[in-house]
């Protein structure tokens, strides 16, 4: 699918290029790459405070209402801890209600998802329930899921998301307790899944989804967890197994799709970032495997691996500025 000319920026080269075509006029052109490199003016400003401020705020008060448990524990009834974390979270979810739909409803509303966790925790100790850690977690992310779903607040889906990964890696150790590569196969899986599915409707004009950050932070829960085993694989290829071996083919895989998604769908530098200090890790990584296997038996051996290694770093990242420059430049000219 090709490129959407609307999706590109406004930079000055596209806008010259438009102009020597025709498309602009010369008071059009003037007009146009002012308000490419303008500064944001003093409204833009204030939104930025404003919601940064309300961001800080909020996590403020959610540490200062948890560490307010963590000293008074002893001394608080447990009718008192329950009344006191159902009494904020009661407060925050009328005060979603009564903000509505705006920033500091969203807030206030993941500040009652994040308060519910403390309660179930209040509940389970109180009353000693039994119940495994990561049965807390998954509690949690169901009791918070209709919430999530009202919100449209991408800040409460990721909120979503790491719970369910909390849940997955706790019930990882208790229940399976088994060693390999599984887990960050399974990890990458659902990362990758809620990844996708934000690139997609993104891409089909959902409004809360527009903002690049949510994206690239699943981009990077989904990359990482590949990129362990692919790194141990690299690091010790005698002791491959088939997960290890799944895990580098996707994420080879996945590297190859993402430079399809910026050629073909978006403009993404980020990713493609992201992808290029994959390689460099997995090369370097193979490098010194195959460095230090070579030269251990004198120390002058040793200082002349170390010496090979670091030039294969300096020549891995310099091919990866020039190939991300050039991306650039041909993002520019496109």
């Avoid at 997995?282 to 030039?311: C, H, N, P, V, W």
Wanted: a neutral charge; one cysteine or more.
């Amino acid at each position: 699918m090709p490129l959407d000319p609307l999706d590109l920026a406004a930079t000055p080269e596209r806008l010259h290029a438009l102009a020597e075509a025709g498309v602009l006029s010369p008071e059009a052109l003037e007009r146009a790459s002012r308000l490419a490199v303008a500064t944001p003016g003093p409204a833009a400003w204030r939104r930025f405070l404003s919601t940064t401020l309300l961001g800080f705020g909020s996590l403020l008060v959610l540490s200062g209402v948890i560490y307010f448990f963590a000293f008074n524990w002893q001394a608080l009834h447990r009718f008192g801890k329950l009344g006191l974390v159902l009494a904020a979270v009661t407060g925050a979810c009328i005060a979603a209600w009564r903000l509505g739909e705006g920033l500091a409803g969203q807030f206030a509303l993941l500040f009652a998802a994040v308060l519910v966790g403390p309660l179930l925790a209040i509940y389970g100790q109180a009353y000693q329930t039994g119940a495994d850690p990561y049965g807390l977690f998954l509690g949690w992310a169901v009791l918070i899921l209709p919430w999530v779903v009202l919100a449209r607040f991408s800040p409460l889906w990721l909120w979503l998301l790491l719970l369910v990964d909390t849940a997955l890696i706790l019930y990882w150790d208790q229940v399976v307790d088994r060693d390999g590569p599984s887990l960050f196969l399974t990890l990458a899986g659902i990362n990758g899944v809620a990844w996708a599915a934000t690139e997609e409707f993104s891409r089909r004009g959902v409004a809360w989804l527009q903002g690049r950050w949510l994206p690239r932070v699943l981009a990077m829960m989904t990359v990482l967890p590949l990129l362990g085993p692919s790194v141990m694989l690299a690091a010790s290829p005698k002791d491959a197994d088939t997960e290890g071996v799944v895990a580098l083919c996707l994420l080879v895989g996945l590297m190859g799709a993402v430079y399809l998604f910026h050629r073909r769908v978006r403009p993404e530098l980020f990713l493609l970032t992201l992808c290029a200090l994959c390689a460099v890790t997995l090369i370097t990584t193979f490098g010194g495997y195959l460095l230090f296997k070579q030269f251990r038996s004198a120390d002058l051996e040793l200082l002349g691996a170390y010496f090979a290694l670091g030039l294969l770093v300096i020549a891995q990242m310099g091919l990866a500025v020039w190939w991300l420059r050039a991306e650039a430049r041909d993002e520019e000219e496109a």
